[in-house]
């Protein structure tokens, strides 16, 4: 099962939410798992946002090897499931795919419980922000990539 996290730039929330991911994927013994994460604006190469890698630091995990990259119409026909940042991100994934709405998510609908919520709000770009954003962003996604194993156990 592939799930695939996007975001704007893919250097902050999309980055964050895989690492999460893959590391819960691992300790709860969901080997089948493949996460990835890519941005819309096409940037490539570029290192995660440094208070990204900070707050992931602080969690135990790694960000540092992080490269940007452009999401491509390949990432889209092959996930299983898209996990995106903000409604707006929804909007641009319908107007560039056929995928189907199933597959597509915003993380915050996984914030409350692990059914996805229709209605859920955006999760905010702290790209620009001090170092309190990012770990404020990164609890809502630890929270709600921790309802997205419980879906994600389900859907197995």
């Given at each position: ?7 704007d730039?893919n250097?902050?929330?999309s980055?964050m939410?895989?690492?999460y ?13 493949v996460?990835?994460s890519a ?7 570029a290192?995660a946002a440094?208070?990204?890698v900070t707050v992931l630091k ?23 499931f ?8 929804l909007e641009?994934l ?14 915050r609908?996984?914030e409350?419980?692990?059914?996805s ?6 999760l905010?770009d702290?790209v620009t922000?001090?170092l309190?954003?990012f770990?404020?962003a ?8 921790d309802?997205?194993i ?7």
């Open positions: 099962m592939r799930v695939l996290f996007v975001c730039g250097i902050c929330r980055p939410a895989a690492e991911l893959r590391h819960r994927a691992a300790h709860d013994g969901l080997s089948h798992l996460v990835d941005g819309l604006l096409g940037i490539e190469g290192p440094a208070h990204a602080e969690a135990g995990l790694d960000l540092s090897r992080h490269r940007s990259r452009g999401l491509t119409s390949s990432d889209l026909q092959i996930a299983d898209v996990i995106v940042m903000t409604l707006r991100h641009q319908a107007v560039r795919s056929s995928i189907g709405a199933e597959r597509r998510f915003l993380v609908a996984f409350q419980g692990k059914l919520a229709r209605g859920a709000p955006d905010d702290p922000g001090p309190e954003g770990r404020k990164f609890g809502v996604i630890r929270t709600s990539v309802h997205l419980l879906h994600l156990k389900h859907e197995t």
